[in-house]
């Protein structure tokens, strides 16, 4: 396993309490952790441009001097674990998605393990999108049709794999729609930005999209709604997936595929608090940061990604 990332950090003001203080990476915290984090440090996937292996360090680096209050809630006190990232060096995307699951399945053990791990929820960073799959696969074994996976992106990801082709960053979720998932969700979806035959496979199995434009037209509680009311009445878990392109070019260009017409970053944020704070969330991700699509000396996509880290860390 690769090194640890280094959360320490000494607020230069006393008086402040820092994320990166919440967080441990020694296996003796783990059985009290209320989070466990991962890292997917992994791009081979991408159709576009690359980038994303460096996103679980760039977030964790943005995530680590935030300030660790919220108005709303007030002071984070969050117990979080870091299992560090999955090892991925020489590894294609077939194995790739295979060393992704097992660290998936072994924090998905760990969030259940020990007591009051009952309630204890999984986060992952990315990572390209195609990594949602594996991650989210284990869910969906154990739960089957009382599993609702809500995708945050600007697209719909559910692309066929083509024979005697390796998956890639858009087919996540059209390969759980054919193992049998049952409620699927995107938020934040552009105009010009799929093909009219993935947005028939998406009616076609049921699942339900909310566009950027409907978003801003809804407001974002009119949207959250729209999304509960939605969901099947066997719902027992639902599972957060954040592409971070959801949001609009001007919020993160460092991603493969900037667009305009997306999502705000504080439309962002209130959406995921809203879902996080509902206690059928037990895990999600955030896929998609390329720290070096940034213009240079810029790290705005990277301090919106650890924003969303936060906000689902204060509301779970």
Known sequence: MPKPFDWSVTPADPNDRLLGQLVSTSELNAERSEVFLYGLPFDGAVIGRKGAAGGPAALRTAARTL????YASGELRRRVYDMGDAEFEGAHVAEAHARAEAIARKAHT???RGEGHEHAR???LGGDHSLAYPCILPYLEELKDRLAVINFDAHLDVRMVRANEEQNSG???GRLLDKGLASYTVIG????QTSPAYARRV???GAKVLTAREVFALG???AAREVFNALPPKCHTIYLSIDVDVADASVAPGVSAPTPGGLLAHQVFDLLRIFASDPRVSAGGIF????NLEEPGNDRTARFAAGCLAEMLAAM
């Open 110 to 112: 760990l969030s259940k």
């Open 288 to 291: 998609e940061l390329a720290p």
């Open 122 to 124: 999984v986060l992952a």
């Open 220 to 222: 974002v509680e009119g």
């Open 203 to 205: 009616e076609d199995g």
């Open 67 to 70: 300030k660790a209050y919220h």
């Open 189 to 192: 979806a552009r105009d010009f």
């Open 171 to 173: 087919t996540a979720f």
